[in-house]
């Protein structure tokens, strides 16, 4: 039986946040509500594709479209919101043999492919994949250009006192020898998600770097988003915020999303180091599984989350587009 891929009906997007749930690549920014905060703050058009094996859903893969000039793109996720990853997300497939799940997932992603070029027929593509993204031949033979990124994952499984063990001495000693009576740190609301974002925007300013991710896309994310949390959590030293990191929480993973920057505070306290153990913590006390640090790329900054002890992971950055047309990708690569 063949695959079908169509555009997700109002009774498919019903179901369309359970499907996420189901999925291994399914993270909060697949969720329905979150895809149309991006596409609102994207200037974009979103696509939800979902594919069928007769009545049972295989996969879904919500596509971007993006006009210019008459010059029609596509990504996933949009560029300039600095969304971790998007990109396919599939269904039904774990307890299938080698054989039959490659087979299955290179229909949907055929039939995907065949939908984006007879209706949409970009000129430029950018797909970023989740971690559980495993196979990226089906991109790499429809003319893409397949390159691996990495993120680094704490393993939250193993307890409070073996995942403290595991750290660097520096990341220990920051955390226990610093006195609980210096700093507070706490999980906020509308008011700490502008302190971060407008900390993390000082910091790229100073380096010349635009940050560009606008507020209010961060603040309608954490609204609007039916499953999935926007976490802010913020350190403040006789009560004044000194810090703070944007966490996203789904199933069982939390992720380092913005902050986590330098502080310009002249405090003697180890901020970033007691901000993500608050969030590990956290995780720890409801049973979450993994903290991604959500990149692992730079290496000046790779030093800092090394002292985890993490796990090394990878996902993929997919692109497609005639060479006069990747003057768009150092754009995308600039914010993501």
């Not at 859903?57 to 969304?83: A, C, D, M, N």
């Not at 006195?179 to 000082?202: F, K, N, W």
């Not at 902050?259 to 180890?270: F, K, W």
Request: net charge negative; aromatic share 12%.
């Amino acid at each position: 039986m063949s695959i079908e891929v169509r555009i997700a009906t109002d009774d498919d997007l019903e179901r369309w946040n359970g499907y996420v749930a189901q999925s291994p690549q399914g993270t909060l920014c697949h969720e329905l509500e979150a895809l149309r905060v991006q596409a609102e703050h994207a200037d974009a058009k979103v696509h939800p594709l979902i594919g069928f094996k007769g009545q049972e859903p295989v996969g879904l893969f919500p596509v971007f479209e993006i006009r210019k000039q008459f010059v029609t793109t596509v990504f996933s996720p949009p560029p300039h919101l600095r969304v971790p990853y998007l990109g396919p997300a599939f269904l039904n497939m774990g307890k299938l043999k080698q054989r039959k799940r490659e087979r299955r997932r290179q229909r949907f992603m055929d039939g995907c492919f065949e939908w984006i070029e007879s209706e949409l027929n970009p000129k430029y593509g950018h797909i970023r994949t989740a971690t559980a993204f495993e196979d990226s031949r089906p991109f790499k033979w429809n003319a893409y250009d397949v390159t691996p990124e990495y993120t680094y994952a704490v393993d939250l499984t193993v307890g409070e006192e073996d995942l403290l063990m595991s750290f660097s001495s520096d990341a220990r000693n920051n955390i226990r020898n610093t006195d609980d009576d210096a700093y507070e740190v706490t999980v906020g609301g509308p008011e700490e998600i502008r302190l971060i974002h407008e900390q993390v925007t000082h910091r790229y300013e100073s380096q010349d770097i635009s940050f560009g991710v606008p507020v209010e896309f961060v603040l309608e994310l954490a609204d609007r988003t039916e499953n999935g949390h926007v976490r802010p959590y913020t350190l403040r030293v006789d009560g004044e915020f000194v810090g703070g990191i944007l966490a996203l929480e789904y199933n069982d993973t939390t992720g380092r999303w913005m902050g986590g920057v330098r502080t310009d505070a002249e405090v003697d306290v180890p901020t970033n180091d007691l901000l993500d153990w608050a969030i590990m913590n956290d995780g720890l006390e409801r049973d979450l599984e993994t903290y991604d640090l959500v990149g692992a790329d730079t290496r000046r900054i790779n030093r800092y989350k090394a002292k985890f002890n993490p796990t090394l992971e990878t996902y993929y950055s997919l692109e497609y587009g005639s060479w006069g047309m990747r003057t768009v990708a150092s754009l995308y690569d600039s914010v993501k």
